[in-house]
T-cell receptor, first 113, second 112 residues
Framework: DQQVKQNSPSLSVQEGRISILNCDYT??????FLWYKKYPAEGPTFLIS?????DKNEDGRFTVFLNKSAKHLSLHIVPSQPGDSAVYFC????????????FGTGTSLTVIP | ETGVTQSPTHLIKTRGQQVTLRCSSQ?????VSWYQQALGQGPQFIFQ???????GRGNFPPRFSGLQFPNYSSELNVNALELDDSALYLC???????????FGAGTRLSVL
């Protein structure tokens, strides 16, 4: 069963505009959420995270929003840059489950110059 | 910075064979997790090791086994390879109770 879902396999955005990547989860025990970025032939690179006690976390051009009631989180990238083109994975974990990560299937972001 | 290294980068095996994949954790990390990423999918948790003991396991059969050594490096062993085992295998390390895992570049396994 897929406990973390990313329903958009791909997204194209013009350089300078906002990119919004979405993620839904089903397990209410998840208490920590992360976004990873993956370039071809490289491992996933940690981007930003958020604890379930917060609803927003910001780091430079990247902001993650968490809506616990909707079991939904999103990653906003503003402004988008061509170097942001990569596959983005959403991941969730629960302390009670030993911090095992559950990943979504990824969204491929293309930023068009 | 990741500092997690995996070897080999690519591997080709035939069905029924056994394979061992290796991972060196980032300095200071004593927890290592292994993931399988099939084409077009997200990484799927195989198991985690902490202080040389298995510390959680995903929905994978017993022919997937692992080891962690005193220097926190780790191995993933897969016996009786099946065609569906073809995937990218990722190793990730973290601090104990750490919320962030740092990934290596992976080993691409092809089973023919």
């Amino acid at each position: 069963d897929q406990q973390v879902k990313q329903n958009s396999p791909s997204l194209s955005v013009q350089e300078g505009r906002i990119s919004i990547l979405n993620c839904d989860y089903t397990n209410s025990m998840f208490d920590y959420f992360l976004w990873y970025k993956k370039y071809p032939a490289e491992g996933p690179t940690f981007l930003i995270s958020i604890s379930s006690i917060k609803d927003k976390n910001e780091d430079g051009r990247f902001t993650v929003f968490l809506n616990k009631s909707a079991k939904h989180l999103s990653l906003h990238i503003v402004p988008s840059q061509p170097g942001d083109s990569a596959v983005y994975f959403c991941a969730a974990s629960a302390v009670v489950a030993g911090n095992q990560f559950y990943f979504g299937t990824g969204t491929s972001l293309t930023v068009i110059p | 910075e990741t500092g997690v290294t995996q070897s080999p980068t690519h591997l080709i095996k035939t069905r029924g064979q056994q394979v061992t994949l290796r991972c060196s954790s980032q300095s200071g990390h004593n927890t290592v997790s292994w993931y399988q990423q099939a084409l077009g999918q997200g990484p799927q948790f195989i198991f985690q090791y902490y202080r040389e003991e298995e510390n959680g396991r995903g929905n994978f059969p017993p022919r997937f086994s692992g080891l962690q050594f005193p220097n926190y490096s780790s191995e993933l062993n897969v016996n009786a390879l099946e065609l569906d085992d073809s995937a990218l295998y990722l190793c990730a390390s973290s601090y104990p109770q750490g919320n962030i895992q740092y990934f290596g570049a992976g080993t691409r396994l092809s089973v023919l």
